[in-house]
């Protein structure tokens, strides 16, 4: 039954890494390899991407796998009867109310979840859609050229979903989350990325909602020197971006290519130290582990890692369309639901 749950929801929503997957990587210095893009933006662009993929394939020489370390549960600041949850939030990705339901009867309400849309936010979602339905914070990222931000075309839609967003929940929304590929592609340049988001920042501060965050989420492979990205290029001056959200996975589980159970510290750690550098909150938007041993114990190391550095929000990715990262096993289920139970003010 479960399964055939997880396959209507699929059917229903694509928010199952749709966006394209931009290079990732265990660790900087570690090893990495290019993926498939899984959206095109256009012909000219999907060939550019293709092109640029080859290239780098050719430069590939093999995945290191990174060494486990484990991480002292002793360590984490738990929930009690006491103290109450732990303020780091954490959940899973769910976009439609099928998915939420699923998503729930597994790992139980969740404080925190990951909405994706491939063009303007819906304002339903927080009526209709899943944050309406969950009453939780959200991570939502949507699209737009910047082109056609910057032209005034979208600002009445925007307008409308900032203006009917909720108080008294963190909304964490990000515009074109995981921009490298595209900028390297030439669909549009950091210049115009930068300027876009002020703009949109701009309608969101109108709103007067202080639980709207503006979050720019990148990849941590930016922070290997190999990538040849500086991620400050996606940065916007002054101080549009509030919160820096990241996508970091261990190595060997974005490509299944032996995944093996990372320490958080090692593949999370770099995220976690170019946020301090400049002065900004963090949360990780993505991480998922690509195999199901030692998964449960992995979980929830990530998960005190997580709340002992104070990131203010961890997404599990969990999607039928990466079947190596969906948690299928009772264990690991069970392993996020407590990890999940014990999170959120």
Not at 85 to 113: I, K, M, R, Y
Not at 329 to 338: E, G, L
Request: proline share 8%.
């Amino acid at each position: 039954m479960r399964r055939s749950l997880r396959t209507l929801r699929h059917a229903e929503h694509s928010d199952s890494r749709s966006h394209i997957r931009p290079w990732q990587h265990s660790r900087p210095g570690g090893g990495w390899r290019p993926p498939v893009p899984r959206k095109v933006y256009g012909i000219a662009a999907g060939l550019t991407v293709l092109v640029l993929i080859a290239v780098v394939g050719l430069l590939y020489a093999g995945v290191r796998p990174a060494n486990h370390i484990a991480v002292s549960s002793s360590a984490c600041p738990k929930a009690s009867a006491t103290s109450g949850p732990t303020d780091t939030l954490l959940g899973v990705n769910a976009t439609s109310p099928s998915q939420l339901a699923t998503d729930t009867s597994e790992f139980g309400h969740l404080p925190v979840l990951r909405v994706y849309y491939t063009g303007m936010p819906d304002p339903d979602l927080w009526t209709t859609g899943v944050q309406g339905l969950n009453h939780s914070a959200v991570v939502v990222s949507f699209r737009s050229p910047p082109s056609t931000v910057l032209s005034g075309a979208d600002d009445a839609a925007l307008a409308k979903f900032f203006d009917s967003a909720p108080a008294g929940y963190p909304i964490y929304y990000s515009y074109y989350h995981e921009p490298e590929l595209l900028v390297q592609a030439g669909t549009f340049t950091t210049a115009q990325y930068k300027a876009a988001w002020a703009h949109i920042a701009a309608i969101a501060a109108a709103a007067r909602n202080p639980d709207l965050k503006s979050t720019l989420i990148l990849m941590t492979w930016d922070l290997n020197p190999s990538s040849g990205i500086n991620w400050k290029d996606y940065l916007p001056a002054g101080n549009v971006i509030s919160v820096l959200g990241w996508d970091a996975y261990p190595a060997g589980t974005v490509h299944d290519s032996d995944p093996q159970p990372t320490s958080p510290a090692d593949f999370m750690g770099a995220a976690e130290a170019a946020s301090r550098q400049v002065g900004l909150p963090f949360g990780f938007a993505e991480f998922a582990l690509g195999t199901q041993t030692d998964r449960p114990q992995w979980l929830a190391e990530v998960a005190c890692y997580l709340q002992s550095t104070g990131a203010l929000f961890g997404t599990l990715f969990d999607s039928v369309g990466f079947p190596w990262m969906e948690l299928t096993d009772s264990p690991s289920i069970q392993a996020w639901r407590a990890e999940v139970g014990g999170s959120g003010r």
